[in-house]
Each structure stands twice: as C-alpha cells, then as structure tokens.
C-alpha cells in the first residue's frame, strides 16, 4: 500500500493494517463489543433477529434488507451499535447522584455514554448540579409548561435524529405543527440535505432511485466519497457480488480506504476458511478534497469528445424523450478549459478519461455517493452534476441503474417522508389542514445552522431533542455549546446519556425511551414500528427484549404524552389514543402521505413495500415533466481564499464508530488503535512545513481571529491523500469547521472541506 510506503517513524498506536475489510477480524470485533457490553449471550441472540421479517431493524444504517434474508443479517458496525443499545449498564439515578453534571462534561463521548442506558426521568437541579428523578406525569407538565410558556411558537426548535420510527416522527411533525411551527431541524440537515435538495430539480424527486437488485444488474459501480466497510457495510455484499461477476468498481476518493480495496466475507465459508479476499474496486481515482464536481464535469466533457469522435456513446433517445437542458450543459461543457478542470479535481486529464471511456463503454450504471460529497460549500450542485453524468447515457429508470444516495441513519429517509422537513410543502401542509382540521404554519422553519443562530440570538427558547447529540453532531462547538446553555427548557428523548444532556441553560429534562431492540406493549399489545430504508422500502420492527427498564416509554408514548400537556384535551387530534396504537398513526400517515393507501395491511407482508419513486419508471416530478440537465453554478467560492498556507481538512468517522457515538478508540482499517487524536497528512506537506512523522501538531481554523478553534497535541501521521490536503476524526476536530461554512442552498456544514492551518505543536496558538 502506498500508506506503508510514506508512514516512515513509529508513533505508538499506528501500525500498517494489511488484513481485508470484513473477515475474521470482523467476528472478533463482534464479540469484543459483545464483551464490553456486558451482553455475551442476550445480546448474541438479539443480534440472530436483527434485520429478520419478524425481528427488528437494525439500529445503524440505512441499507436495505435483502428479500432473501440468512440467519446472519448483519454487519460489524451494526452488531456494534445492537450491543450499544442492549447493553447491560445503566446510568441509573444513583450514577447520577455520584457525579454533577459538571463533573461528567469532563469526561469523554465515550465514557458518558458508557455509562448505559437511562432507566427514568431525571430534571436537572441546579443547587447542586445533578439530575435527579422525576415523575413521568411531572415530567410532561414541565415540557407542557415551557412551551405554552413562549410568547411565539418559532421559539420552539424540534430537532429529530435518522433513527426515530416513521410513527414517532410522524407524531412529532404533528406536534411542532399543531403548535404552531415549522422549526423542524434535524440529522438531515448535517448529512444528506444536498440529496434533498439537489435532486428534485434534476429528477423530481430528492431520493435515490435503484432497488437493491439494480445491484445484480449493473455492469458499472460508482463510488464518490463513501467509506462502505464502516459506514454501511452492508453494501459490501452487494459490492463483492458485483466484482466477482465482473462488474467494474470505480472509486472516487481523497483517501484509499480498505474496504473498497479488498473485502472479506464473514457469511462466505470459503473466504474464512482460506483467509482470501474479493477485490472491489478495479481502480481508484484520488480525487483532492471538494474536488468531485470538477472531476464529473472532467468526464462529460471527455463523454461528449467520445460521441463527437465515435458516436454511439450519448442515449439519444433517451435525452430526446426524456430530458431538458442538455445543449446548455453541453455549452458550458465545451467552454471549461481542462486546465480549470485538472485544477480543481486534483486529478490529470488523462485519469479523468480513463474513467469517462469505462464509462462510454459500460451498458448500466450505478453511481452512489455519501457525506464524503455532500458535506461542501457547492454539494446541492455537485449532486445534480452526478445526475448529468447518468443522463447522458439514459443510466436512470431502467434495470441495474440510476442514483443511489447512501444515507446513514436507519430511518433518516422515513423521517423526511413523514414530515420531518422545516420546509413543507403546499401538498403536506393541506393534507394535515384537511385530515386534523387546524392550519399548520406555512412559512419555513429554521435548519440546523439557522437553529442554532436563533439559539444563540436568544430567538430561540426551548429545545426538544428526538434522540441524537446534536450539539456534538453540529459544526463549530465555540458557538453551538454556548448556544445551548441560552434555552430557558431543553428537553431530551434518548437511551443513553451523551453531552448534549450536560449542556444545560435554565432547565432541563432527560425522558428514558425504548431501544429498537425493545419489546413495546401499549395498553396490553405488543406494538411494532415502521422504517423506510435508502431505497424506499417501508418495512416493520418488532423488538423481542424486555425493556432495560421498568420505567421506559416509547418514543411515541413520550411525544403523545408532550403533546397532551401542551394541549390537553384536543379536538383535532387523540394524543393518548394514538400513543396506546400504532395501528392507528399509520392510519394517519396513509391519509396525509400518498403511496402509504393499505399501510396496514402492506407493512405486514414480510419486506414490506416499495413507497413510489417516478424516477424509476421516468416519471419526472420537475417543472419542465423531465428530467433536467443542470449546468454547474458553484457559489461557495474557494474555502481557501486565495492563501497558498491555508490547507483543507476533511472529517472522518472511525470504524469504531457511528456518527457521534464512539464505540471505542480503535480505526483499525486506518491502521490507528488505541487513540483518535491524530491528523492524517501528505508527507510532501509535512515535509514543507518541517513536521516528521509522530510529531504534534495543532489544527486551527483558518481565519478564526479568537484563537479558540484549535485543537491542540494531536499527533501527525503522513498518509496517501492528495497534496493540500488534511484528515482527522469527527466529532474532536468539529471545532475547526465554522458555523458559517456550508452548502449554500441546503445549509449542509462544510464538515468535509474546512479551511485550517497547521502548526508544529506550541504553548499558545499563532496563525
């Protein structure tokens, strides 16, 4: 590899790693998180039911099950993030009674969440800083009462995490709006809003548009600025099967990352049994960091010399029938000059044709994407260029092609379908108005980053969390930390404790939920709940554990029980029926949401249902009626402003590790145990700016003036990533990425292009 070429010098806890993704080092991690979790045999038995027609989904990711599931249905990461949820610890009220809450904010992510599962309802007392236990039915009434306590219902933030059932978002959508707001925040917003955004005008609609058996299908894979092995390695089975069919895997990424190098499979008992690997990618493409929209144009400009020389490469037809916009695009293809294109890729011309004639050659194609994408100042943009690229040869609508967003949490998607937007559309916003019989609010509420201005502005007063750690999970913690402690109520839904909770203004309140792992019974009946993966299959999850606590509600029992203290006995909707039934919010959600008619009696059909995507069968929901070629306009301007010392810093997660919450201290794909304070950087870099392998280092944002968005000591490691070019674990280096800093029509924070400087390790930072 070419890591072990330019890692020259020991530094403790790195060391080449030269095994495949997956294998036996998989299982080994399993039972290493099973161990740690105190879990061995409840939690191996847990996970023997994980993403089964009769189990649960799975908690992580967002990858659809396979129609024909195995008794072993899921991945490390996942086993992973089962056992975070069933573990046996407890952050009980006599843990909390043990340390203040400002004791605990000394602590890392991963010891607060290690603490276990929340097992009542706590409120913090600020005589002597601590949470302490309070009645469930006190509880809502403080939630109740800080609410109807705003003078104006956009004080009000509701923020959702991917992980929350299509009927707990569902109801909370219907909370915020009964209220009175549009206020609706949420994971989305951090991740893959540039898919939300960018892909309507294109194709009329802001999801993916393949099914899982695309996959059986496609003669060509593109991969942009994803890291499958980890952050959804259940796409590793369908990878491996198209490779060793002789499918091409082409990836696209400033780092090399393994499991799109060579993967391992733990179901396959040849691969175990003879310690051998499938290769994935037939060639990687190591783009410089924001530099894929420039590299897609690079190739449709070569797409479009190759049918100007050879003809036959454009799908005609297709474009003719079934798109707009193509001359323009075409226009502005020819008058980019290469040497701009080069430029701004980091790649040569000859790289980039090399990828456009696979392209021109290939009979179906499937392009996927992740955050490494969508999480720049241009990403909406770059979107709609990946879009481009697929219309040219008509790679949407027909069998084994089209778009794939690759979307991390598990129920992320279902969360937007069912309302969790801030900004509705008129079709939603009459649907509750005819189905409830109240007017929702219809002007747009505030994002993640608009959020916490309003926080921080003290426009916004009360915050209600839907599971996640937002403030963690949000850019610039200078600004979102402080922002927090501004609320007069935060109130919190989650299973384990994490610092969001100790971040605390006038009030607050933690409210213990159920895990999805969890058996729930409401008055008498055991419920199940509905997810929508990646790819718009809407499928049922029935926990089988008992509860990690007597005291535990579900997360619509919790909303239900907010909204009947905020508003009693409503006329427009039953919130304590509709917490007793789940039957019946599906129900609801059919009459509001079309492609839910027979919800029902659909979900209970093993796989459940596909929700309608017209991108499949080229039916294009956009103002032309077809699907648009839209030519690239970059507004974010260059994150470096023209300073040849600034350098750009992506984010990454480890493989211990699912968003915000650390599982543990290795990466070991990476080649890094034990730690995550380390910054991954060109040794020409290093190099010029008289830094050696192990030396420390500090990471400051780049044109912060206060000298407080540093992080300090951390140790440089050199790695294959392009001239320019940094690396280094999110959440720890979020403080280097300025709220300011983000896509310019999602909002989506510049997680992956953030402009730093880097300094050999000093007592006080100097720019």
């Not at 089962?82 to 006599?94: D, F, I, Y």
Request: a negative charge; charged letters at 25%; glycine letters at 8%.
């Amino acid at each position: 590899m070419a890591d072990d070429k330019v890692a020259s010098g020991k530094v403790e806890g790195v060391r080449p790693y030269t095994h495949p993704a997956g294998g036996w080092d998989a299982l080994k991690a399993v039972a290493g998180a099973l161990v740690d979790q105190e879990t061995v045999v409840e939690g191996g038995k847990t996970l023997m039911r994980a993403n089964q027609p009769e189990g649960f989904d799975c908690p992580g990711c967002a990858w659809p099950d396979p129609k024909h599931t195995s008794s072993f249905e899921f991945c490390e990461n996942g086993a992973k993030a089962v056992a975070w949820e069933a573990t046996t610890k407890r952050a009980t009220p006599e843990v909390f009674a043990q340390h203040t809450v400002s004791e605990l904010l000394t602590w890392s992510d991963h010891a607060i969440e290690d603490l276990g599962r929340l097992t009542q309802p706590m409120a913090y007392d600020p005589a002597d800083d601590h949470y302490k236990v309070i009645p469930w039915d006190e509880a809502f009434a403080r939630a109740g009462a800080a609410l109807k306590a705003l003078a104006h219902p956009d004080e009000a933030e509701f923020y959702a995490s991917g992980r929350a059932s299509n009927e707990a978002a569902f109801l909370y959508q219907l909370l915020g709006r009964r209220f009175g707001t549009n206020n609706f925040p949420d994971c989305s917003n951090m991740c893959h809003e540039p898919t939300s955004v960018g892909l309507p005008d294109s194709i009329g609609l802001g999801k993916g548009s393949v099914t899982l058996e695309d996959f059986d299908h496609a003669d060509l894979i593109l991969c942009f600025g994803h890291n499958p092995g980890t952050n959804h390695p259940r796409m590793m089975t369908s990878l491996r099967d198209a490779s060793r069919r002789g499918a091409t895997i082409l990836a696209f990424n400033p780092l090399k990352e393994r499991a799109l190098e060579k993967f391992a499979a733990p179901q396959d008992p040849v691969e175990m049994a003879t310690l051998s690997s499938t290769p994935i990618a037939s060639a990687y493409f190591q783009l410089k960091i924001g530099g894929d929209a420039a590299f897609v144009q690079g190739m449709m400009k070569a797409v479009l010399a190759l049918e100007a020389r050879d003809g036959g490469v454009l799908d005609r037809a297709f474009i003719e029938e079934h798109t707009a916009g193509f001359e323009i695009l075409a226009a502005q293809l020819e008058a980019i000059d290469w040497a701009d294109i080069e430029a701004g890729s980091g790649m040569s011309r000859e790289r980039i044709e090399e990828a456009a004639v696979v392209y021109a050659k290939a009979k179906a194609t499937i392009l996927c994407y992740g955050m490494g994408l969508t999480q720049h100042r241009d990403s909406s943009g770059t979107v709609q260029q990946l879009v481009n690229l697929l219309l040219l040869k008509g790679n949407i609508g027909r069998a084994g092609a089209g778009i794939c967003p690759l979307r991390g949490h598990s129920n992320v998607q279902g969360n937007r379908t069912v309302g969790i937007w801030e900004k509705p559309s008129k079709a939603l916003s009459d649907a509750i108005q005819t189905v409830f019989g109240f007017e929702p609010p219809r002007e747009h509420g505030h994002t993640v980053v608009e959020t916490i201005e309003a926080m921080e502005a003290g426009r916004s007063k009360v915050f209600l969390g839907l599971g996640g750690n937002f403030a963690v999970a949000a850019p610039d913690p200078v600004r979102t930390f402080a922002a927090m402690r501004k609320l007069d109520m935060a109130v919190h839904i989650a299973t384990k404790p994490n610092r969001t909770h100790l971040l605390i203004g006038k009030d607050a309140i933690l409210l213990p939920c159920l895990g999805r792992t969890e058996m729930d019974v409401r008055a008498g009946v055991r419920q199940s709940v509905t997810v929508e993966d990646s790819m718009s299959m809407v499928h049922a999850s029935r926990g089988l554990n008992p509860p990690a606590s007597e005291h535990l509600m579900s997360e619509p029992a919790i909303v239900s029980g907010i909204a009947h203290a905020t508003f009693g006995e409503d006329p427009h909707v039953d919130w304590l029926a509709l917490a007793d039934d789940y039957d019946a919010v599906r129900d609801l959600i059919a009459r509001v949401f079309p492609g839910f008619e027979d919800y029902n009696d659909r979900v209970r059909v093993p796989g459940g249902f596909r929700l309608p995507v017209g991108p499949t069968e080229r039916i294009w929901k956009t103002a032309s009626g077809k699907a648009n070629f839209l030519p690239f306009d970059p507004k974010g301007g260059d994150p470096r402003q023209g300073d040849p010392d600034v350098m750009i810093l992506t984010t990454l997660r480890s493989h211990d590790q699912y968003n915000t919450t650390i599982y543990g201290l290795n990466d070991r794909y990476r080649g890094v145990f034990g730690r995550r304070d380390v910054i991954f950087a060109n040794p020409d870099d290093m190099a010029r700016l008289g830094l050696a392998q192990g030396d420390l280092v500090d990471l400051g944002a780049a044109f912060d003036e206060t000298g407080e968005r540093v992080v300090r000591a951390f140790t440089v490691v050199a790695r294959d990533i392009p001239p320019g070019c940094l690396a280094a674990y999110y959440p720890e280096t979020n403080v280097v990425v300025s709220l300011d800093d983000h896509d310019q029509r999602s909002g989506t924070p510049a997680y992956k292009s953030a402009p730093v400087r880097l300094r050999k390790h000093q007592a006080a930072w100097a720019r």
